[in-house]
């Protein structure tokens, strides 16, 4: 099985910036793609950014332009670089990884808070 642990969220003021990172670790051999998705209080779990080993990105539209997702494969590490924050980013946000089995692992989630 494949394990992910997320880490970086934490409290920012609007216009700020926060990194998160995701750490996978046990069966990592046959990870597609990874990707980062956040669910705010009463609403549903949404995409924010996915990439693929080879790099190919993709983003909500919400985000293009503010967050940008990269992988380090040596590192099996995926990371979410989130600027010009704004309220409505607030949430927890889940690392996703996917393989070529067709099994999705998601991590425990970290809270984001964008507020003043």
């Known amino acids: 099985q494949v394990q992910l642990v997320e880490s970086g969220g934490g409290l920012v003021q609007p216009g700020g910036s926060l990194r998160l990172s995701c750490a996978a670790s046990?069966?990592?051999?046959?990870?597609?793609?990874m990707g980062w998705y956040r669910q705010a209080p009463g609403k549903q779990r949404e995409l924010v950014a996915t990439i693929t080993t080879g790099g190919a990105t993709n983003y909500a539209d919400s985000v293009k332009g503010r967050f940008t997702i990269s992988r380090d494969n040596a590192q099996n590490t995926v990371y979410l670089q989130m600027n010009s924050l704004k309220p409505e980013d607030t949430a927890v946000y889940y690392c996703?990884?996917?393989?070529?089995?067709?099994?999705?692992?998601w991590g425990q989630g970290t809270q984001v808070i964008v507020s003043s």
């Open positions: 046990g069966r990592i051999l046959g990870i597609t793609f």
């Open positions: 996703k990884a996917d393989n070529i089995w067709g099994h999705t692992t």
